[in-house]
Structures are given as C-alpha cells and as structure tokens.
C-alpha cells in the first residue's frame, strides 16, 4: 500500500534551533507538496515541486524556511532558526504524474512544537 | 483565481441521518473540485473529484457531492452518518488552465456525529 512517509512525526525544540523534516514522496508521483496546517490559519501552502524542480515557494518566510528536493525520494523542509510562531503541523503530499492533479496524497504530518 | 468557500465551520449530525457539506467556489475557468476528508491526527485522504465529466460524483465511504455550475456549487452528501464519518473535511478547487499546481483549500468544515 503505497503512502507518502514524514519523519519525525513529533518534534519539540527550543527556539533557534534548527529543524529538518523529511518526506519520501510516493514512488513514480512527480508533484510534491508542503503544507503548514495551524487552527488560526487553516491549511498553507509553502513550497511545491515538479520533477525536483521548485515551481513556488512564495508561501515560505524565506529568510528562515527553505525546501529542496535533493533526489526524487526524497524532500526536506528546514527551518533555522526555529520560532514559536512556527508551531505547527507540517504536511508533505504527492501527487501522480498523468492526470490525476489535485488528487494529492498527504502524509500523517509532522507535528513540531517550538519552545 | 480561484477561490472555494466552506458555508459552514461546524456541522453536527445524528448517527443514521443525512449529512449536507456545502461548499460554494469561484474560479475564472472550469475549475476542478475535491473534497479531502481528515480524521483526527491524520493526513487528508481524498474522498471524490469532479473534473468535467458526470456532474454528481460518487466517493468513498457513501459520499458524494453534486457540481452546480449556475450556483457555483460542490456540496457534498452522504444519506446516513455513521461514527466514523466524524472528521474534519476540505473543500478544494485547482484551476489546471492557470498550468498552476497549486489548490485552493476551504476553511473546513468539522463534522460531528451523535449516537
């Protein structure tokens, strides 16, 4: 049963640490998603990809976030350094490469709670 | 741009009865429309899509929602709530005529089901 895998699942960190969350998208999806999910403001998009390439990133603080996409199974979102306001769940999704757009497969999220 | 608007945040609902989602968009195009559903600590799942074919779509878990063009409307149905339908759920809408990835999520609406 294919699915897309976030590690860590939980996070608790101080304040200016970094923080690495990772995503193994699912095998052959070539569209790659990160979300930011908080009660005040619902589901954000940050970052997206396509065949590797970032297409947008605009919803990201740029001068703490950055994502990449290093090898095809494999996407990073870090953070450094860490703020409070950056308590979240971070969401990871794929999604097919022929058709099928916005039918997007969404990881169990990472929770990170920054102190 | 587009743009989809969740009619209600919270919706509460007797275990065997009916439920109404409703969810109203905009969009400079033919949009494409999903609902994704979320249950506590989860990632969103997918539970249907229209993309321009048969405007009432069925779904999993005995849902399905009916695409209106005249009142720009995608609500989402099931006849008969059970437990496990309690769960937080997305309207979305993407507009693939923009050659944009990107989805534009509802507020949600939190689902509720009494026994």
């Known amino acids: 049963d294919a699915r897309v895998t976030q590690t860590p699942r939980h996070k608790v960190t101080e304040m200016g640490q970094e923080v690495t969350m990772r995503c193994q998208p699912i095998l052959g999806h070539n569209t790659v998603f990160w979300y930011r999910q908080t009660m005040m403001q619902g589901l954000e998009l940050l970052a997206y990809f396509r065949n590797r390439a970032p297409l947008d990133d605009s919803g990201m603080p740029k001068d703490r976030f950055s994502a990449e996409m290093p090898d095809a199974t494999l996407a990073t979102l870090k953070i450094q350094p860490s703020e409070p306001r950056d308590s979240a769940v971070y969401f990871c999704a794929s999604g097919p490469r022929t058709g099928g757009y916005g039918e997007l497969f969404f990881g169990e999220g990472s929770r990170l709670t920054v102190l | 741009a587009q743009s989809v608007t969740q009619l209600d945040s919270h919706v509460s609902v007797s275990e065997g009865t009916p439920v109404l989602l409703r969810c109203n968009y905009s969009?400079?195009?033919?949009?494409?429309l999903f609902w994704y559903v979320q249950h506590p600590n989860k990632g969103l799942q997918l539970l249907l899509k229209?993309?321009?074919?048969?405007?009432l779509v069925k779904g999993i878990n005995g849902f399905e929602a009916e695409f209106k063009k005249s009142e720009t409307s995608f609500h989402l149905t099931k006849p008969s709530a059970h437990m496990s339908d309690a769960a937080e759920y997305f309207c979305?809408?993407?507009?693939?005529?923009?050659?944009?990835?990107?989805?534009?999520f509802g507020a949600g609406t939190t689902v509720t089901v009494r026994a």
């Open positions: 229209y993309t321009s074919a048969a405007t």
């Open positions: 979305v809408v993407i507009d693939f005529r923009s050659n944009d990835y990107k989805l534009s």
């Open positions: 969009s400079s195009y033919s949009p494409s």
